[in-house]
């Protein structure tokens, strides 16, 4: 990694599925964290989890990914809180919807594509100009492996994410010359709630505080592009590398 | 948004019978609250699943699995007081304070249990003879009830209602948060004298003897020993390490252990493996390699938790599984316990563990387990006739006075559990009081008409 950045870090969407574990994986090493969410009441229950395990600095923020005005706000607000522009922000939310509603219910689709894509370019974008300003920090963002490959099972989530992991590419491009770290993380399955009672092979899901401390360690490293579970790139790989004319005609 | 119903395979533990449950495996408040607000017909909270039998299966009703709410609310360093959400296991506590200097005030044999199943149980460790049960040291705890709502139940407050949770395998309520008491230890070590017992008499004469200068005290039972060697183990009794019996080494940080792998038994062992010529070899060579020895240190995961360093280690029986009988004789039953190892010994159904300890006074608590005497506990690997065996020590310990615990109990009939816990009247009114249209229900529950 470059320079040093303040040991703090920002949580976005910290009560979905993965985000608490990576948020615990930062305390464990010394963060200060910001939470944020719609829900304030829940965010403070992790937030006192986090100070009576780890004993650091855990602060609560309200942030809706849609509300696009305020995006510029929050992040001075994050600065105000820490007293420092945070050391870096990780980006949890997502909206997963049924891909059969979302195909028949436009509000559906397209919430799926606001909140995953929109909702995280307009959010990153202003932590990207202040990390840019100051000279180091990471940013990471949740994508999915679903954005590796429209499938018919799940392409209008799998477009956002797709489109999301672009987005971070470019970033990362961007940024590199100011010294500021993007990290794309594709997850895989994992056990959380999204993937609770499905009937998916043991050894492809990964328990949600392996994954949070993968993650972590992966964006401290400076990592571009990580799979949680090392074997899904190879497996994406692979399902990237099918032929289109064969794969249009698969149900995978 | 409310919470999507999944289908997933459930067994105890011990892996006696695996069926498929409706379950609910909430994260957040606002998802549990939601869930209570209109619960289904019939449900049972989950753990992490380390009770033996049946107490957290539910057959053709619904499964919560609490396992994810897990949140610390708050701790205080002066008093080491604890409160947490019912979900946290007993692993996160150790990981979390023995650090600051505090350790579990009452372990079982496993820290993967959560701090819920710990009180639904009334679990009890290697203390019990001077400490008592986990749920004696705990201060108060929040129970959601079907008739009352949310309601704090303490020593003082709802005192009824917490002697009925305490061992109550979760037909009360649903247990919302604990505030518990730790214990300030010096060391993350122990300081372990072990001792050899050429059969049982010795054994429990040094256990009555000396118990009393041991805080934890326990004793491995080579139950394939018969004749003249019936009952011969090896007792392992210590306290906590002072920092100044610590060697050189672990003394600069005394909370720190030294890093471990861990094991994993990754796919179900053929039934074969675990016969009984190889139990016995096991408890020959187990027997042999332990000697006499004083003051040996060791870390507290080797002490109290040898058997979660292999993960699943209940697969070591194979797919039919096994049960585990932990039976507790009154001190005037010690020839049952003479008789139930005989009859052991003579069966072929080889334990490949057996644990035997004296329990001190018994708590409140209306189907809390533990009473004075003493308890032994067994794996039984499910092969033929297992159940008219199991039938065959329940009947002898009840001629002896003694009792089955919930948390491993698979195979009893209900006669014979009514027959061991004279408080089950009252704890099914207060249960009849608590949840009139008995939503709280398990397949433990129901194969013994635990209300009424």
Redesign the interface.
């Known amino acids: 990694m470059t320079s040093a950045y303040p040991k703090s870090v920002v949580i976005l969407g910290a ?1 979905s ?1 993965v985000a608490r574990y990576i948020a615990d994986e930062f305390a464990r090493r010394g963060f200060s964290l910001i939470l944020a969410e719609r ?1 304030m ?2 965010l403070e ?2 937030a ?2 986090m100070r ?2 780890h004993s650091i600095a855990c602060y609560c923020l309200e942030f809706d990914a849609l509300r696009y005005d305020d995006h510029a706000q929050f992040v001075r607000q994050c600065a105000e809180t820490l007293g420092e522009t945070p050391g870096g922000v990780v980006l949890c939310f997502g909206f997963m919807a049924d891909q059969t509603q979302a195909q028949r219910d436009f509000s559906t689709a397209r919430r799926t594509l606001e909140v995953n894509f929109i909702g995280a370019v307009s959010i990153l974008e202003h932590f990207a100009a202040a990390f840019e300003e100051r000279g180091n920090g990471f940013i990471a963002g949740l994508s999915s492996v679903a954005g590796d490959r429209g499938r018919k099972a799940n392409y209008i989530y799998g477009a956002a994410k797709g489109g999301l992991s672009i987005y971070l590419q470019g970033l990362r491009n961007r940024l590199y010359a100011s010294g500021v770290q993007v990290t794309t993380v594709k997850p895989g399955f994992m056990d ?2 999204m993937t ?3 009937e998916l092979p043991k050894p492809l899901v990964a328990a949600p505080d392996i994954a949070g401390r993968a993650i972590v360690r992966a964006i401290l490293k400076g990592k571009n592009v990580i799979y949680v579970l090392f074997f899904w790139r190879y497996i994406m790989w692979i399902i990237k590398s099918i032929p289109e004319w064969q794969f249009k005609k698969m149900s995978i | 948004m409310p ?6 395979y459930f067994s105890g533990w011990g892996r006696y019978g695996c069926i498929l449950c409706e ?1 609910y ?1 909430p ?4 998802e549990l609250s939601a869930l209570l607000t209109s619960p289904p017909k019939s449900f049972i909270p989950r753990g992490l699943g380390r009770s033996y039998g049946d107490a957290a299966m539910n057959k053709d009703g619904a499964v919560l699995d609490l396992s994810r709410m897990n ?5 205080e360093a002066e008093t080491g007081v ?1 409160e ?1 959400e019912g979900g946290v296991s007993l692993a996160e506590i150790l990981d ?1 304070f023995v650090p600051r200097g505090f350790f579990l005030p009452v372990t079982p044999g496993t820290k993967f249990v959560t701090v819920a199943g710990a009180i639904a149980n009334d679990v009890h460790g290697k203390n019990h003879h001077c400490d008592g049960t986990f749920t004696q040291f705990v201060d108060a705890i929040g129970l959601w009830t079907p008739a009352r709502g949310i309601i704090t139940c303490s020593r003082h407050e709802n005192s009824d209602i917490f002697w009925a949770t305490a061992g109550g395998v979760g037909l009360t309520g649903v247990l919302l948060w604990a505030r518990l008491r730790l214990l300030p230890v010096e060391s993350a070590y122990m300081r372990v004298d072990y001792q050899r017992c050429s059969h049982l008499d010795e054994a429990l004469a040094a256990m009555e003897a000396s118990d009393k200068n041991y805080r934890y005290s326990v004793a491995w039972v080579d139950c394939l020993a018969r004749g003249g060697s019936l009952g011969r183990s090896i007792l392992m009794r210590g306290n906590h390490a002072p920092v100044n019996y610590l060697p050189e080494k672990a003394r600069r940080s005394p909370f720190r252990l030294p890093r471990r792998t861990k094991l994993a038994v990754p796919v179900d062992f053929p039934g074969f493996v675990l016969n009984p010529y190889s139990i016995k070899a096991f408890n020959t060579l187990f027997y042999a390699k332990n000697r006499n020895a004083q003051d040996v240190i060791v870390d507290y995961d080797q002490y109290f938790y040898p058997l979660d360093g292999i993960l699943q280690w209940n697969r070591l029986y194979g797919k039919k599984g096994f049960v585990q009988y932990q039976a507790t004789f009154p001190p005037d039953g010690r020839t049952g316990l003479v008789r139930m190892l005989e009859r052991l010994a003579s069966s072929g159904r080889a334990s490949f563990l057996a644990v035997l300890k004296c329990f001190g006074e018994s708590n409140p608590g209306l189907l809390s387990h533990p009473m004075p005497g003493y308890t032994l506990t067994l794996d039984i690997p499910n092969t033929p006739g297992l159940i008219e065996f199991a039938a065959s020590l329940d009947r002898l310990l009840l001629e002896y006075g003694g009792r089955l615990y919930l948390a491993k109990d698979a195979l009893t009939q209900p006669e014979t559990f009514s027959e061991m816990y004279p408080q089950l009247g009252a704890f099914r009114e207060i249960k009849a009081q608590l949840d009139p249209d008995r939503i709280l229900t398990s397949s433990l529950s129901r194969r013994l008409c635990l209300d009424g």
């Open positions: 009560l599925g829900d009441a829940e229950l992790i006192a989890d009576v395990r959380t709630p609770y009672g499905m | 919470l999507n119903a999944a289908n997933v379950a495996r994260e957040h408040h606002f949140r610390m609310r708050s701790f604890l947490c979390v």
